[in-house]
């Protein structure tokens, strides 16, 4: 994708005070620098309720599993509308997410990717009850 490794990095900060729909929407003003090799990456997490972890294989619960699978089927079904509405839509927002910075990147990303970008699950797991579900690969 990047032989030469020469990639610029710029930093954004997530706008916790705002909602889902100002991040999409920060995605879509970024949109037109992926026709000159920029790339965009969020990068954050599905389930970030740290005061549950498990320090154990034990299987994540289910309100982590349930709104873990739906952000994935939302996103690979192209229901970005209702991702930017997480917090009514899935089940257990309010639990797997109660502060949602962690899952903000991914709307910027859907954002970026313009239109109705298809994607693709690239990689899931848990570790300690946080899942690390969103590396999708956004294709526009």
């Known amino acids: 994708m990047y032989p030469d490794a020469d990639i610029p990095v ?18 879509r003003a970024l949109a037109p620098l992926l026709p000159e090799g920029v790339l965009i990456i ?3 997490s599905t389930t970030h309720k740290l005061r549950t972890m498990f320090f ?9 599993s349930d709104f873990d ?16 509405h997480f917090y009514d839509k899935a089940p257990s927002a309010k639990i ?11 709307h ?19 570790t300690l009850v946080l899942s690390l579900t969103p590396p ?3 294709l526009n």
Do not use: K
């Open 69 to 84: 699978n739906w952000v994935q089927d939302a996103v690979l079904s192209r229901r970005y509308d209702e991702v930017n």
């Open 56 to 64: 154990d294989n034990r299987p994540p619960p289910a309100w982590a």
């Open 108 to 126: 910027v990303a859907i954002g970026a990717a313009g239109g109705n970008p298809v994607s693709e699950l690239i990689h899931t797991s848990w």
């Open 10 to 27: 710029c930093q954004l900060s997530v706008q916790s005070h705002r909602d889902a729909t100002y991040h999409f929407n920060m995605g």
């Open 136 to 138: 999708l690969r956004l």
């Open 96 to 106: 797997a997410q109660p502060l949602p910075d962690h899952l903000y990147p991914l």
């Open 42 to 44: 969020g990068s954050g």
